[in-house]
């Protein structure tokens, strides 16, 4: 609709006042009951948001401001990650402790957690993926050799409630109970 009333009138739509106040609306981005989590692709393309019951992912498309696609998933989601700038990687840790690897063309791979996760931090210079959650353990699985390795305890910590990495220093915090917060490099 602005492009064609542009083109009639060779204007350029840069000064056109009501074309800059314009709100466009994402078509079907609901979920029958809730939406848990909502996440926004590195790149700015995409949103990905899962819901539950029935759990599921939706992929949305910014450009096109639409469902790319959803997909149905076993258990709710706890927490979910990017592994790349667009939505073709990710990884998300699901209510039943399970770690589900995700592509562009469905699930990759599905792994269990030793523990109940409530959070996941992805490092990618060491290509590491930080798994916290129910125990003073904070769990590492590195993704290039796909072996857990060994998991840091906390030293105050009973619980992990959230994993942050520094995306420019190597330093990794968790969150938990209190108000603690615990740091490593």
Request: negative net charge; contains cysteine.
């Amino acid at each position: 609709q602005w492009l064609a009333e542009a083109q009639k009138k060779k204007q350029s739509l840069r000064r056109n006042e009501d074309f800059k106040k314009r709100i466009d609306l994402i078509q079907d981005f609901e979920f029958n009951v809730a939406s848990s989590r909502v996440r926004i692709s590195a790149d700015g393309d995409h949103v990905l948001a899962t819901g539950i019951y029935a759990p599921e992912l939706r992929i949305f498309d910014l450009k096109e401001l639409g469902l790319k696609c959803s997909r149905g998933l076993d258990s709710e989601v706890v927490d979910f990650l990017l592994l790349s700038e667009d939505w073709k990687k990710l990884v998300m840790l699901l209510d039943d402790r399970t770690l589900e690897f995700h592509s562009q063309y469905g699930r990759h791979h599905r792994l269990r957690v030793p523990k109940c996760g409530r959070s996941l931090s992805y490092d990618s210079e060491s290509c590491n993926l930080f798994v916290g959650g129910s125990s003073s353990s904070l769990y590492r699985l590195d993704l290039e050799a796909g072996t857990f390795l060994t998991p840091l305890e906390m030293q105050k910590l009973t619980e992990i409630n959230e994993v942050v990495t520094n995306p420019r220093l190597p330093i990794l915090t968790c969150c938990g109970d209190g108000g603690i917060v615990e740091s490593y490099d």
